[in-house]
């Protein structure tokens, strides 16, 4: 997929597992919730894997290290080795180690994650802004992060020492709902500093160079649940991206979405990567996928016709993204979304 305005959900005749050399899996929201597996994850990453494609997993957490997530994975029934994981951690490591020397100290905001990999680039993890760092890196350190790492932080950036973020994510989902993200901790410190750190995480670059030059992959396939990371990111690496609806984002934020946030494919869970997706059409009037057909009148879009409701949100993407210059994206969509029970 080229960069440019996507008008309607793409279709494939080969399962996706067949069509893409590489599925790189968001985790939060895709494959688990709250440490647990979601459903359907366990047993389509199986025939996924079994059928030859590459299952690479690509967070935007940078609290836990590769071993760990792979321990994790294969607790959880997905055999998952260290080098299957890629992390923010990672990627802003790497950002580090190519603008300071090697050796170099770093302070480091955040947990285990970022220490492993730092030390991977051979920089050196301290602890506070007095041990003269030549860089500050902040990453998403769990719920029992001390508020006094915010200040040390902070110390070290009002004096000029150059800030770096794993990633941005105001939030992150939990087993008990949606939580503040490693975002939300880069503003408490942006707030006291009006500084501006460096990015590495999804939906940016480094995150994308991170995961490629670690995969190897050809034809990948971005799977995730949220627009603003994984689908954005798939966009900015012009690779094709699958939206599982298991996540954070809901039918009416996917039809408001901009290009850039606009993906490739939409499927229920990770069962998607197991079928071909089907074609949404242009009718006489709107467009068409299954039993439905979907039109962006005047006022609301405008659904009709019966079968998987999927289709009915394929066809409603399709005429919404189609007419979104029109202002169709301010219109009312419950009424159709609604009758598609989503």
């Not at 850039?260 to 079928?275: I, K």
């Not at 709107?286 to 057909?293: A, D, H, I, L, P």
């Amino acid at each position: 997929m080229s960069q440019g305005v996507r008008t309607r959900p793409a279709g494939s005749g080969q399962a996706l597992s067949e069509a893409y050399d590489t599925a790189l899996l968001d985790l939060d929201g895709v494959v688990y919730a709250g440490g647990n597996a979601i459903a359907h994850a366990v047993e389509s990453l199986a025939v996924a894997r079994e059928g030859g494609m590459h299952l690479a997993y690509v967070t935007n957490n940078a609290l836990r290290t590769p071993d760990t997530v792979a321990e994790h994975l294969s607790e959880l029934g997905i055999p998952t080795g260290a080098d299957d994981v890629i992390t923010s951690a990672q990627a802003v490591a790497r950002l580090i180690s190519e603008q300071v020397p090697t050796g170099a100290r770093v302070l480091v905001i955040g947990g285990e994650g970022l220490r492993v990999a730092l030390r991977e680039r051979g920089l050196e993890p301290v602890e506070s802004a007095d041990d003269n760092p030549a860089a500050v890196v902040q990453g998403f350190g769990g719920p029992d992060l001390p508020w006094g790492r915010f200040a040390e932080a902070s110390y070290a950036v009002a004096r000029g020492v150059p800030w770096f973020a794993s990633n941005t994510d105001l939030t992150i989902p939990s087993g008990r709902g949606i939580a503040p993200g490693n975002g939300a901790a880069v503003e408490v410190v942006r707030i006291a500093t009006g500084a501006e750190p460096q990015v590495a995480g999804k939906p940016l670059p480094p995150m994308h160079r991170e995961t490629i030059l670690r995969t190897g992959a050809k034809r990948p396939l971005v799977v995730g649940d949220r627009l603003d990371t994984d689908i954005e990111g798939a966009f900015n690496g012009e690779v094709d991206s699958l939206l599982v609806l298991t996540g954070v984002t809901d039918g009416a934020q996917l039809l408001a979405a901009p290009p850039q946030h606009r993906p490739t494919y939409v499927d229920a869970d990770l069962r998607g990567l197991l079928t071909g997706q089907p074609e949404v059409t242009e009718a006489s009037q709107g467009f068409r996928c299954g039993g439905w057909t979907a039109v962006a009148g005047p006022e609301r879009l405008e659904l009709d016709g019966d079968g998987e409701a999927l289709d009915g949100l394929r066809a409603l993407c399709a005429a919404a993204w189609t007419a979104a210059g029109e202002g169709v994206c301010e219109l009312d969509t419950g009424k159709a979304l609604a009758r598609l029970g989503l």
